[in-house]
């Protein structure tokens, strides 16, 4: 569960003042996959930093609420480029979030290699991240947030730098992983029929400093087909609405 | 070119350096005490080694050396790393740093031998002085450009304090930086080396001077070569160590 009260965060760069986010409220039962829509540069991925913990809101609150036998860490973050570890293998990438725990080399190697098969990886355990090709990294990217067992996902348009063909199958593979894991997942794009694709409710960020302008719960049933009819109604209402406040 | 081909003009170049090089006191145009013939060179090398000299030269040449190297890399990495992280010491050291770093290490030796004497430690000190500022700058450079996206996985994986955050990825993201900076040191600290040794501390530099003051310019060679081969070797163990640590580079 995420309950975000009342956010308002704002910037300071050379002097200049930037109000980003003002009076935000959000909650995200837990389980369900939300993806923030917006026109790039509104917030989405200060929205998200702040659920993380990595900026501080000015004003307001953030509660996470975690299952407590959590074993890692409660949250766990993809974003857009992979940011592997380029001097780590495979394994050791996908372990990195492990090194809090008190396992043993080999029980962290065990969890990684679980968490590989997870996103399609088995048997690139080895190799360095310059031997993989984008697609690739970024499954390892996926399989290092899932490898801490988070409760939530927080995902900053980590599909936006794949080619058509690649983002699709790893969109697959999140709708299966997040059907398997049953993970409360916040999934920032500025991509509406990704968004529709794969979430169960998207939420629209607006405006400067932004606010929530909608938001929509897509209850087609899955496995969805892309660009199905039932959605196209509602792919174009959200269009005209980023046309109008974007 | 193929690689066969280069090797083969590589050496004739050789060769024809030897040759033009045998040929000139070889044909009267400069007496053999200015310019001894190669031919000369394995005689004088075998009477160095057989009295001991050439053994004994080397291994205090290259003590220093590595004394003089490990201790300035040390110190100059360590202080490198603390400065890239922490801005106000930057500032601190901005204008000390730069009053001394133009001072040529050479420019050291009268206080070396007025602190330490005509001894080995003064030849450390000389060579650690240029070994310091190099990898110093190297390292701090390394550290100021690691990438903050880097830093900011780290927060989001946990790792929030600085010890856990030096460790996971300043350090090895900085490594490649701070190991060119070494490498070029290594370089600069042979150089340090004959200069430090020519004004009395025995080993390679010294045992030259010597031989030049007798016009033995056979003996001069013998150790020229040694120094140029000693320098190679060891670039060489420097290039397959840091290629065996950056192997995860692309």
């Not at chain 1, 050379?14 to 980003?20: D, F, K, T």
């Not at chain 1, 991240?129 to 399989?143: C, D, I, K, Y």
């Not at chain 2, 070889?26 to 160095?48: D, Q, Y």
Request: hydrophobic letters at 50%; proline letters at 5%.
């Amino acid at each position: 569960m995420i309950d975000l009260k009342n956010i308002g965060l704002t910037f300071a760069r050379n002097g200049e003042q930037s109000e980003v986010l003002r009076g935000l409220d959000l909650f995200i039962p837990a389980g369900r996959f939300v993806a923030v829509l917006g026109p790039s540069g509104v917030g989405k991925s200060t929205l998200l930093r702040v659920i993380a913990g990595l900026l501080k809101p000015n004003t307001g609150s953030v509660a996470l609420s975690t299952s407590p036998e959590n074993a890692h860490l409660p949250v766990a973050m993809v974003f857009q480029d992979a940011r592997l570890l380029p001097w780590r293998k495979v394994w050791a990438n996908v372990a990195f979030g492990l090194e809090h725990s008190k396992l043993t080399t080999a029980e962290r190697r065990a969890k990684a290699e679980t968490a590989l098969a997870l996103v399609g990886l088995t048997g690139f355990s080895e190799r360095f991240p310059h031997e993989l090709s984008g697609g690739q990294r970024q499954r390892v990217a996926l399989a290092r947030a899932l490898a801490v067992e988070p409760d939530i996902l927080l995902m900053d348009e980590p599909f936006a730098a794949l080619d058509a063909i690649t983002r699709e199958g790893l969109q697959d593979e999140l709708a299966r992983i997040h059907a398997a894991t049953g993970k409360t997942i916040v999934f920032v794009t500025h991509s509406i029929d990704e968004a529709v694709h794969l979430a169960d409710e998207v939420v629209v960020l607006a405006g400067k400093p932004a606010r929530l302008a909608a938001a929509h719960v897509i209850d087609t049933p899955r496995p969805r087909r892309r660009n199905g009819d039932e959605t196209a109604e509602l792919v174009a209402q959200m269009r005209a609405q980023l046309g109008q406040t974007g | 070119m193929t690689r066969t081909k280069t090797i083969a003009l590589s050496a004739l170049g050789l060769a024809g350096f030897l040759i033009i090089w045998e040929l000139v006191p070889g044909l009267g145009l400069v007496p053999a005490t200015i310019l001894p013939p190669p031919s000369a060179l394995p005689g004088a090398f075998w009477g160095e080694v057989k009295n001991g000299v050439w053994l004994s030269s080397l291994t205090r040449s290259l003590s220093h050396y590595l004394a003089g190297l490990i201790i300035g890399c040390v110190l100059g990495v360590s202080l490198g790393i603390v400065t890239g992280l922490w801005v106000p010491l930057e500032a601190t050291l901005a204008w000390v740093v730069r009053i001394l770093r133009p001072i040529p290490g050479l420019a050291w030796v009268p206080f070396a031998i007025l602190w330490f004497g005509i001894a080995p430690s003064a030849a450390i000190f000389i060579i650690s002085t240029g070994v310091f500022w190099i990898s110093y700058f190297a390292a701090l450079g390394a550290v100021r450009s690691v990438d903050r996206d880097l830093i900011e996985l780290a927060d989001a994986f946990g790792f929030r304090r600085a010890d856990q955050k030096l460790f996971k990825v300043i350090l090895p993201a900085a490594t490649p930086g701070i190991l060119v900076g070494v490498r070029t040191a290594l370089g600069q600290a042979w150089m340090a080396v004959v200069a430090a040794e020519i004004f009395g501390v025995p080993g390679l530099g010294q045992r030259m001077m010597q031989a030049s003051n007798l016009l033995a310019s056979d003996i001069v060679v013998v150790y020229m070569a040694t120094m140029a081969a000693a320098y190679g070797a060891i670039d060489s163990i420097f290039v397959a160590v840091q290629s065996r640590l950056l192997r995860w580079k692309q």
